[in-house]
């Protein structure tokens, strides 16, 4: 059976609930079994997949967070350094989806996170199952 870890950064709390409520909802709606991990921001996603993946016990992973623009440039190094990590990861053949919201504002933050609006958790869960099925049929046609 396939296992899903979902990181989530509890920096916005109210953000991260909706992006792990939906992301919830698609994995079990695709009967998929997962855990979910909480990591303080942004900045900790990729290092918690990096050991996830290392731990061998999951198929795929799902980064969740939000990265609000502020009077600093703070922003620009999160954002861009916890992408650039994340799409290491990917290029060393982990399978996963890329939720972390980079907005201007929490208005802009909420539209994609709630589920009843963008609904970017269920999104970034699904975009990390199919990357789960590519990885494998490419896998298997090397066998």
Do not use: W
């Not at 994340?86 to 053949?93: A, C, I, K, P, R």
């Not at 980079?102 to 609006?117: F, H, I, L, P, Y």
């Amino acid at each position: 059976m396939t296992k899903v870890l979902v990181v989530q950064a509890r920096f916005y709390e109210q953000i991260a609930d909706q992006l792990v409520a939906g992301a919830s909802d698609a994995l079990k709606k695709a009967g998929v079994d997962f855990d979910v991990m909480d990591v303080p921001g942004a900045f900790e996603i990729p290092g918690a997949i990096s050991l996830g993946a290392e731990s061998g016990m999951y198929d795929g992973f799902v980064a969740l967070g939000c990265v609000i623009r502020g009077e600093t440039s703070h922003y620009d190094y999160v954002a861009g350094e916890s992408a650039r990590a994340l799409m290491d990861l990917s290029l060393e053949g982990v399978a996963l989806g890329n939720g972390i919201l980079t907005v201007e504002n929490d208005e802009q933050a909420m539209a994609r996170a709630s589920v009843d609006k963008k609904n970017k958790g269920a999104d970034v869960a699904n975009a990390c199952l199919r990357m789960i099925e590519i990885r494998e049929q490419l896998l298997a046609d090397l066998d």
